[in-house]
């Protein structure tokens, strides 16, 4: 969608980068509870690099679009870590529900194990939600 031609002859109004935007938002309020608009930014900013390159060759270093993948991988985990952190503490001081949002769901219940998740299974968990939420429901 690369835009629309209005029927006076108006400038073209790009909608697709805006959608795009507000489909990452609503999926980071929706899974995480993400409310702070600076911080879906910074994620949407690293994410934007994150599926773009989600194909690339696997050449790890700098200059290919694979490197800026994994920079901007270690950057979306690094943010999430911090937000699991803190909900796991919130969820211990009741300053959060066990069922406000996914990540709670995650952080609450142990599996058939009787084990509680690892934090970073769940932020795996979290980054594939985002991207199937983004990707699937935007096809680019």
């Not at 952080?107 to 199937?132: D, R, V, W």
């Amino acid at each position: 969608m690369s835009g629309y031609h209005g029927a006076e002859g108006k400038e073209e109004i790009k909608v697709y980068p805006t959608i795009k935007h507000h489909i990452f938002e609503l999926a980071c309020r929706l899974f995480m509870s993400i409310s702070d608009p600076e911080l879906i930014s910074a994620l949407s900013s690293h994410f934007h690099y994150f599926s773009k390159g989600l194909v690339a060759i696997p050449l790890n270093f700098p200059g290919t679009q694979f490197f800026a993948v994994m920079r901007a991988e270690e950057a979306i985990t690094r943010e999430l870590l911090v937000l699991v952190r803190q909900r796991r503490i919130d969820l211990e001081n009741k300053l959060a529900s066990p069922t406000q949002d996914l990540m709670s769901l995650l952080l609450s219940n142990p599996g058939e194990n009787g084990k509680f998740m690892p934090e970073a299974e769940i932020i795996n968990n979290m980054l594939g939600l985002l991207y199937a939420g983004t990707t699937l429901l935007v096809l680019p």
